[in-house]
């Protein structure tokens, strides 16, 4: 008697037609860029807000990594010979964490400065060349060590001008070398 009232009524079941559906037509997404005006498809780089927080999050993270490390080794090389696991413990966390704030804090303002003059040097100039991001390496380190003295900020300038044209031109050489 069981089967009988089974046949009668049908469960509900929401997703019956979900489990034939191929994963294709079911996220039949757009693969390219959304643009609203044609000219905007043009241009393929990021804009000056997505510049910003990429590259002061960028310094910041590698920073914060980076310093950990060296001051979590630091903490290592400290410990005397009479300190207890907990005490070593605590000097390398306490070590890695001060050094890894600073380091952070340090490359995600130069990170900051960057982005903020490559944007202004990229709406100034219009055009978006190697120039424009030596340039921002030059000011930026210049910028940077300023309080230092003159000498130490033109040091710091030609180092960030040189780094800056080495990253663009060793990722121009990364896409025209290296097969994707």
Do not use: C
Not at 66 to 89: C, N, Q, Y
Not at 121 to 150: E, F, K, M, S
Request: charged share 20%.
């Amino acid at each position: 008697m069981a089967d009988t009232s089974d046949q009668k009524f049908r469960k509900y079941h929401p997703y019956q037609d979900l489990y034939n559906v191929p994963a294709q037509r079911l996220y039949n997404l757009s693969t390219s860029p959304e643009f609203l005006f044609h000219e905007e498809a043009a241009h393929q780089r990021r804009s000056w807000g997505e510049n910003l927080q990429y590259y002061t999050g960028t310094g910041y993270l590698s920073g914060a990594i980076l310093g950990g490390a060296k001051g979590s080794v630091d903490g290592i090389r400290a410990a005397e010979a009479g300190d207890s696991l907990k005490l070593r413990v605590n000097r390398v966390l306490n070590s890695g964490g001060q050094t890894g704030r600073k380091f952070g804090n340090n490359l995600g303002v130069l990170g900051l400065m960057f982005a903020g003059i490559e944007s202004a040097l990229i709406q100034w100039r219009d055009t978006d060349d190697l120039v424009n991001t030596a340039l921002a390496g030059l000011t930026t380190g210049a910028i940077y060590r300023a309080a230092r003295g003159p000498r130490s900020a033109a040091i710091a300038g030609a180092i960030g001008g040189i780094a800056a044209a080495a990253a663009v031109a060793g990722k121009q050489a990364v896409k025209r070398y290296v097969p994707i």
